[in-house]
C-alpha cells in the first residue's frame, strides 16, 4: 500500500520567522524518520507530503495515495488540525486518525467538555470567558483554573494558572485573551493525581492501552503540568506506569477514558488526560486524538514503551485501525 505523509516540521516555520512557542506543537525530523522507517517495515511503500501547501500542491499535480498518514497540526483557527483531513474527504483518500468534525471540537477545550458533559462523562465544573467583559459573570467557586480555549502542549499553563482570588483571575484571563487572541477556559481546580491514558481503535473496538501517572519532580514548576514542564519533561517529569489492575483508582481513570473517546467519536489512537478531584475520583480534562508519537519524547510512544509494545506496533494499531474503518 502506498502510504503518503502530512506533517507541520517545526524547523520549517522557524526559518520562516516563527517562534519557540508557536511552533511548540510541531514536528521533529526524528518523528517523520520513525514513522516512515515502521511503515516501510510493515510492507507499506511511502512518499513524504509535508504541510497543507505541500498537500494542496501534490493534489494539483495529480498525485495520489491508497491512504494517508496524518498527524499535521495546522497553523491557524479552531479548525487548523482539521484542514488536511477535511481537503483528503473531498479527495475521497483515507487517512488515519480522526476527522475533521472531531479535530474542530476538541480543538476547543469548551465545545469538548461540552459534548463530553452532555455525553455523561465527568468533568470538572467549566465557563468560556469569550472576552474580558464576560470575567465579572464568572460563577465558579475559588480555587480555579484557566488556560487557552484551543492551545496544546501546555502552552500558556504555568503555575499562575491556579487562580485563588477574584483579582487573579481578572488578571490572568486578561492576559491570556491579549496574548493569544482566543477565549479561556476557566474550570473548577482539580487537586489530585494526574494521568493520561493511551488508547488505541474506534468506536466499540477502542480501549485502553494503559495509563501513565504525571509526577512532577522537585526542580518542576509547581502544582501544573505546565508548557515547561512539558518541553523540559526528561528532566522536570516522571512518567510512571500505572496499574489499572492493582490500582482501583487507575481502573476507573482508563473507564474515564474510553467513555470519553467513545462519546467524541475518536479513531484509531491518541490520549485521554485526566486528574482527580478532591474526592480521588478521575475527571476528564481533555482529549489529544492527534497526539505527539515522537519515539523518545511524546507521551504516547513513552507508555507503549513502558509497557513493553514495541514502537512498530503501535504503528501497526494505527494503520489497521484505520484501514479497518476504510473496509468496513
Known amino acids: ?20 512557542e508557536e511552533t511548540a506543537e510541531f514536528d521533529r525530523p526524528d518523528t517523520i524518520d520513525a514513522i516512515e522507517a515502521a511503515l516501510q517495515q510493515l510492507g507499506h511503500q511511502t512518499q513524504r507530503i509535508g504541510h497543507m ?15 494517508v498518514f496524518n498527524i499535521a497540526e495546522g497553523l491557524y483557527g479552531f479548525g487548523r488540525e482539521a484542514a488536511i483531513p477535511a481537503i483528503l474527504d473531498q479527495y475521497r483518500i483515507p487517512y488515519t486518525f480522526s476527522d475533521a468534525l472531531v479535530l474542530s471540537m476538541t480543538l476547543h477545550k469548551g465545545v469538548c467538555k ?26 465558579l467557586p475559588l480555587p480555579l483554573f484557566v488556560k487557552p ?14 487562580v485563588r482570588s477574584w483579582a487573579d483571575l481578572d488578571t490572568q484571563c486578561r492576559l491570556l485573551l491579549e496574548r493569544y487572541r482566543q477565549p479561556v477556559l476557566v474550570e473548577t481546580l482539580l487537586p489530585g493525581r494526574e494521568f493520561t491514558t493511551g488508547i488505541v481503535g474506534t468506536g ?28 523540559e519533561c526528561e528532566t522536570l517529569v516522571e512518567y510512571r506506569l500505572a496499574d489499572a489492575k492493582a490500582d482501583p483508582v487507575v481502573k476507573e481513570a ?16 491518541g490520549r485521554v488526560d485526566l486528574r482527580c478531584d478532591p474526592h480521588g475520583r478521575p475527571q476528564f480534562i481533555e482529549v489529544n486524538p492527534l497526539a505527539g508519537i515522537n519515539p523518545v519524547h511524546s507521551d504516547l510512544p513513552i507508555l507503549c514503551d513502558k509497557l513493553g509494545l514495541p514502537y512498530l506496533e503501535l504503528i501497526r494499531q494505527i494503520v489497521d485501525s484505520a484501514l479497518e474503518r476504510v473496509h468496513s
Open 149 to 162: 480555549v484551543a492551545e496544546g502542549t501546555g502552552k500558556g499553563v504555568t503555575p499562575k494558572s491556579i
Open 53 to 67: 501547501r505541500h498537500l494542496m500542491k501534490a493534489l494539483l499535480d495529480g498525485r495520489r495515495w491508497d491512504m
Open 254 to 269: 482508563e473507564e474515564v477514558a474510553v467513555q470519553s473517546w467513545r462519546a467524541l467519536d475518536c479513531r484509531d489512537a
Open 204 to 231: 466499540d473496538k477502542a480501549r485502553a492501552l494503559g495509563t501513565m501517572e504525571i509526577i512532577l519532580l522537585k526542580n518542576a514548576e509547581a502544582e501544573v503540568y505546565s508548557y515547561v514542564n512539558k518541553e
Open 114 to 139: 461540552r459534548v463530553a458533559r452532555d455525553a455523561g462523562v465527568p468533568t470538572p465544573a467549566f465557563t468560556v470567558v469569550q472576552s474580558a467583559r464576560d470575567i465579572a459573570a464568572v460563577n
Open 1 to 20: 500500500m502506498l502510504i503518503g505523509l502530512t506533517y507541520d516540521l517545526r524547523r520549517d516555520y522557524l526559518a520562516e520567522g516563527y517562534g519557540e
